[in-house]
C-alpha cells in the first residue's frame, strides 16, 4: 500500500507539471547503461537476442527530437547484476526527460514529484532539497551519497602537519574524525577490528588518539609528533574529554574514502531513525575510471554533457587527469542511498563525436550501437535533460525498511532465484531447437 501510494503520487505530480506518459518497448537492442544485459533469443531470427531495457534512456532522448517536450514514464528496468539490499535484477524508476530544460529546471520537476511522494506516504512534506557539489561531498563525507542524518564530517588536517617529523604524516593528506565519547566506548579490540577495516580499504593504517583533559591526545603517534601539532588536532576538531580522534593519512583520494567509510562504521543511524534527508549531489565527474588502453569509462552514460567550463580539457587530458573532468550530471541521495541519477545530455554532434572518439568508440561503432539516435539528432535535437529515480528505494526508506525485498511483490533472493515459480528454469528442448539453441554443460 505504501508503494502504491508513492507510485500514485509520482504519477499525479509528473501529470500536474505537464508530463506526458509514454511506454517504451520492452525488447529493444542494448542500452548503454554500463551493465550486463539480460537478453532474449529470438525465434524469428535465430541466433540473434534482444537485450531488455536497463533503462528506456535512449528512447526518452528520441521522444524529445519527435516533439514530446515533457516525458515520463514508471519504467520497469532490467540489470543483469549481483544483488544486494538495495538491488534487484528488475526494478521500477521513474523516468522522465524534458526538452529546452536545464540542470535546474529538472532538479525542481523531480523534487516536486519526491516531495509529492513523501508527503502522500509520511503525511509531511519535505523542505528544499538542499544541494552539494560532488567534490564537496567527497571533502566532506568521503562518499558521492553522503548519508547527512548525521555528522562527523571529515575534517583537513594536511596544513597542520606539513613541516611535520611524524613519518606517518609525511603523506599528500591528512584528514580527521571526532568520534564523541569514543575514549571510552571504543576498547582495544574495537580499534584493532576498525584499523584492519582501514586496511582492507586502502589505508596503510589507523592513527587514533584519546582525548583527555584540557584536549591533551593520548595515543602511540604522540611521541613523534610536535607540541604545535599535539594542540592543533584536537582544538581543529573542537576535541573534549572522552572523545576520541582518528586520523587516516595517505593520498587524497584514499584518505576521503576510508574515513567517509568509518563514519559510516561508527555513525551511520539506523535505516528507520533520523528523519528522511534528500540531498542533491551535482557537477559529477564524467569519467570514472580510466581502462588500461587508456580510454576514460564514463561514470554515468556517453550521452552526458561535459561541464561547461571543463569541455576544453577533453582535448587536453592525458591519463588519470580525465577523472577531473566535470560533468553536468547529478545524483538525488536519501539518507546516504542513491536515489537516482540524470544529466544534462550532449545534443550537439561536435561534441557528442568528441566524447565517443574519447571513449575509443569509433564513428562506425558509434553509428552501429547508437545510429538510429544520432541519425535522429541530424533533424535538430532541442537542447535537454533528464532524470531516473528508483521507486524500490524510495518506497523502502519511507517504510523504514533495509531490504528493498521487502517492499516487492515476489521478490527474488540474493542469488536472482525466484523461490515461488523456481524461474530460473531449463527449458523443453524443442523450444531450444526452435530458437537454435543448445545448452553446454556447465563449466567445472
Ligand atoms: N538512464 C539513466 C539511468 O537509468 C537516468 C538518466 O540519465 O535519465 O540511470
Not at 66 to 74: A, F, L
Not at 77 to 83: A, H, N, V
Not at 281 to 292: A, I, Q
Not at 294 to 316: C, I, K, R, W, Y
Amino acid at each position: 500500500r505504501t508503494r502504491a501510494r508513492v507510485n500514485s503520487a509520482i504519477r499525479a505530480s509528473m501529470e500536474q507539471q505537464g508530463f506526458v506518459e509514454i511506454e517504451t518497448p520492452m525488447l529493444i537492442a542494448s542500452t548503454p547503461e554500463g551493465a550486463r544485459d539480460f537478453v532474449v533469443p529470438s525465434r524469428h531470427s535465430p541466433g540473434s537476442f534482444y537485450a531488455l531495457p536497463q533503462s528506456p534512456q535512449l528512447f526518452k532522448q528520441l521522444a524529445m527530437v519527435g516533439g514530446i517536450d515533457r516525458y515520463y514514464q514508471i519504467a520497469r528496468c532490467l540489470r543483469d547484476e549481483d544483488l544486494r539490499a538495495d538491488r534487484q535484477f528488475e526494478f521500477m524508476q521513474l523516468d522522465m526527460e524534458a526538452s529546452f530544460a536545464t540542470q535546474d529546471d529538472i532538479l525542481e520537476f523531480v523534487s516536486e514529484a519526491i516531495c509529492d511522494a513523501a508527503e502522500a506516504v509520511t503525511g509531511e512534506r519535505p523542505g528544499e532539497i538542499p544541494r552539494m557539489t560532488w567534490h564537496e561531498a567527497q571533502e566532506r563525507y568521503g562518499s558521492d551519497k553522503p548519508d547527512v542524518r548525521f555528522g562527523m564530517e571529515l575534517t583537513e588536517m594536511s596544513d597542520i602537519f606539513e613541516g611535520t617529523e611524524a613519518n606517518v604524516f609525511k603523506v599528500p593528506c591528512v584528514k580527521g574524525i571526532l568520534y564523541e565519547g569514543g575514549a571510552e566506548s571504543l576498547g582495544r579490540n574495537a580499534i584493532d577490528a576498525l584499523t584492519d577495516k582501514c586496511k582492507r580499504w586502502g589505508a596503510k593504517g589507523l592513527a587514533w588518539f584519546r582525548v583527555g583533559e584540557g584536549g591533551a591526545l593520548d595515543g602511540a603517534l604522540t611521541k613523534f609528533m610536535s607540541e604545535a601539532e599535539l594542540a592543533a588536532v584536537p582544538e581543529r576538531l573542537g576535541a573534549k574529554q572522552g572523545d576520541m580522534v582518528l586520523i587516516i593519512a595517505a593520498e587524497r583520494r584514499t584518505v576521503n574514502h576510508v574515513l567517509g567509510l568509518l563514519r559510516l562504521e561508527l555513525g551511520r543511524p539506523p535505516v528507520n531513525e533520523g528523519g528522511f534527508h534528500f540531498l542533491w549531489v551535482t557537477e559529477f565527474p564524467l569519467f570514472e575510471t580510466v581502462s588500461d588502453a587508456g580510454n576514460p569509462v564514463p561514470a554515468h552514460h556517453p550521452f552526458t554533457m561535459p561541464h561547461v567550463d571543463d569541455v576544453g580539457l577533453l582535448e587536453s587530458a592525458e591519463g588519470d587527469e580525465y577523472l577531473d573532468i566535470r560533468s553536468q550530471a547529478y545524483d538525488l541521495v536519501l539518507n546516504g542511498w542513491e536515489l537516482g541519477s540524470g544529466s544534462v545530455r550532449i545534443h550537439r554532434p561536435d561534441i557528442q563525436a568528441k566524447i565517443f572518439e574519447t571513449l575509443g568508440i569509433g564513428a562506425e561503432e558509434a553509428q552501429l550501437k547508437f545510429g538510429f539516435l544520432l541519425d535522429a539528432f541530424k533533424y535538430g535535437a532541442p537542447p535537454h535533460a533528464g532524470f531516473a529515480f528508483g521507486i524500490d528505494r524510495l518506497a523502502a526508506l519511507l517504510a523504514g525498511e533495509e531490504n528493498i525485498r521487502e517492499i516487492i511483490a515476489f521478490p527474488k533472493t540474493q542469488s536472482g532465484a525466484d523461490p515461488l515459480t523456481n524461474a530460473p528454469t531449463a527449458i523443453d528442448p524443442d523450444h531450444l531447437d526452435e530458437l537454435g539453441l543448445r545448452v553446454l554443460p556447465p563449466s567445472s
